[in-house]
Structures are given as C-alpha cells and as structure tokens.
C-alpha cells in the first residue's frame, strides 16, 4: 500500500542548512536507503567525510561542489553525482546557495559519514 509522506523530519545541521528526511532512520525507520531534500545557504561547507554508505545527489537549484582526491566536481542544476562509500569527500555550495535531494545507500547516520573534526 502507497505510504505518503507528509511531514519529513527536519535534521539541525550547523551552518544554516536545512535537511528534511523523507525516508531514512530519522524519519521511517528504514535502514536500507535515505531520502533527503536540502537547502543550503551561499557559501556553505561540511567538512571532508568517508562515509559509510553511497551517496547520489541531484541538483534542483544552485550549484553543488564536490572535492575528490585534490579535484573539485561542479554540479549544477539538472545534474548529479554519485559518490561511493569509503571516499574522502568534501560537499559544499556556490554563491547562490544550492538546493538538492540526496539518496544514501544504505540510510546515513552521522556517525557512519564519518566527518573530519
């Protein structure tokens, strides 16, 4: 049976970025996969991580970086990345802020993102 999702949880994150969990273990209780719509503000930045889980990204609005072994990736609107788990990434945002949908395979957890200090 369709289960429709009304209200996603809205994680706190530092910086002025808003997640909204659609699907993951904050929201459902499901492990295997994650579903989040995020908003963040020009100029935002999340330290280097080596997640545990996959990562795809698609780009609504704005412009996603991604920096990989010393390259920066430029994901614009109407494009994604996919990252994969045990890479060293960094995410952050152009000037004009980005807003993106990110799927996490399995469902991120903090502690399995494995930020740098």
């Known amino acids: 049976m369709p289960?429709?999702?009304?209200?996603p949880i809205r994680i706190p994150v530092?910086?002025?970025?808003?997640?909204?969990?659609?699907?993951g273990l904050a929201s459902t209780q499901t492990a295997e996969v994650s579903v989040a719509h995020m908003v963040a503000p020009?100029?935002?930045?999340?330290?280097?991580?080596?997640?545990?889980?996959?990562?795809?990204?698609?780009?609504?609005?704005?412009?996603?970086?991604?920096?990989?072994?010393?390259?920066?990736?430029?994901?614009r609107a109407g494009q994604s990345v996919i990252t994969k788990a045990g890479e060293r990434v960094r995410y952050s945002v152009g000037p004009q802020g980005a807003e993106y949908v990110a799927v996490c395979l399995p469902a991120f957890t903090p502690d399995a993102a494995h930020r740098e200090d």
């Not at 530092?14 to 699907?23: N, R």
């Not at 020009?42 to 390259?71: A, L, M, N, R």
Request: proline share 8%.
């Open 3 to 7: 289960h429709v999702i009304t209200d």
């Open 14 to 23: 530092p910086g002025g970025k808003l997640i909204d969990e659609h699907v």
């Open 42 to 75: 020009p100029g935002w930045e999340e330290p280097y991580q080596t997640p545990e889980f996959d990562e795809i990204t698609v780009v609504v609005k704005g412009t996603v970086h991604v920096d990989s072994d010393g390259v920066r990736h430029e994901v």
